[in-house]
């Protein structure tokens, strides 16, 4: 069971940062006193204050409360044909840091989306069903997202690499929004979700038994990856059009923390 990656209090902070607000500016715009809202950032809940705070931060009251209680885990189970690989990134000060990869395969043809901070395990399934990893489709080019590049390209010489356009990446091929690939079975299309990231693609993929979008750090299971200010509105943005207009049955894969899905982000986000 792979933790909720983000705790209320990050979601709180990422608001901030996002619409350019410190705690003195806050306490102006939600008329909750500073020493409050230090305390809601410690980590303490408060409810009340929680609800008070939520207009200025433009998150939900509601589902900030309940994910600030913990209220709700989620429990999607991936489809035949689709695997996970959860693997350890320290940093300091966020020790017990992790990030995803995946895998899908239709027949023998496969494709990856990330490597993780190593590639072992998705490496060793590739070989384990004798598949041929055709592709490995970059989110974004965040270090701990391309980690295991080198890895997977000394076993897999002829994996096709690649990457959105406008984060460069030496030796992949650059996608655009719009790009469809297949994978036997699967369609693969890519779709622009910048704003955590300067050129972050999607990757969606259907043809199997429910629509599946690997999102890297677009989206995150009650939560984004964090956006500088100058492009927090449109990392919202792009996220309601591009990910949450999915089918409900949508299953979204994020870079970190559990997968999760369209309808439980549209009811439980109090980023939406
Ligand atoms: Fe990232």
Not at 198 to 215: D, R
Request: aromatic share 6%; glycine share 8%.
């Amino acid at each position: 069971m792979i933790r909720i990656e983000d705790n209320f209090e990050d979601v709180l902070g990422k608001a901030m940062s996002g619409l350019g607000l410190n705690v003195d500016t806050l306490a102006a715009a939600s008329g909750l006193e500073a020493a409050h809202i230090r305390s809601l950032l410690s980590g303490s809940i408060n409810d009340e204050a929680l609800r008070t705070l939520a207009p200025a931060l433009r998150l939900s009251p509601t589902k900030l409360v309940d994910m600030a209680h913990q209220r709700w885990q989620p429990s999607v189970q991936l489809p035949d044909g689709v695997a996970l690989f959860n693997t350890p990134f320290p940093v300091p000060g966020y020790e017990e840091m992790t990030v995803n990869s995946f895998l899908i395969w239709s027949g023998q043809e496969a494709a990856a989306f990330d490597t993780g901070a190593n590639a072992n395990a998705l490496l060793a399934e590739v070989e384990k069903q004798s598949l041929r990893l055709n592709a490995l489709y970059i989110t974004h080019t965040h270090r701990d997202h391309i980690a295991a590049l080198g890895a997977i390209r000394k076993t897999c010489p002829e994996t096709t690499v690649y990457r959105p356009e406008s984060e460069p990446l030496p030796g992949a091929v650059a996608l655009s929004a719009g790009a469809r690939h297949a994978c036997g079975a699967f369609e693969i299309e890519t779709r622009l979700t910048f704003g955590h990231s300067p050129g972050a693609l999607s990757y969606i993929v259907t043809g199997g038994e429910v629509p599946l979008a690997f999102v890297g750090d677009t989206l995150f299971c009650l939560s984004m990856g964090k956006a500088p200010r100058e492009a927090y509105a449109v990392a919202l943005e792009n996220n309601r059009r591009e990910l949450l207009s999915m089918p409900n049955n949508t299953i979204l894969c994020p870079g970190h923390g559990p997968v999760t899905t369209v309808r439980d982000e549209k009811a439980r986000s109090p980023f939406f």
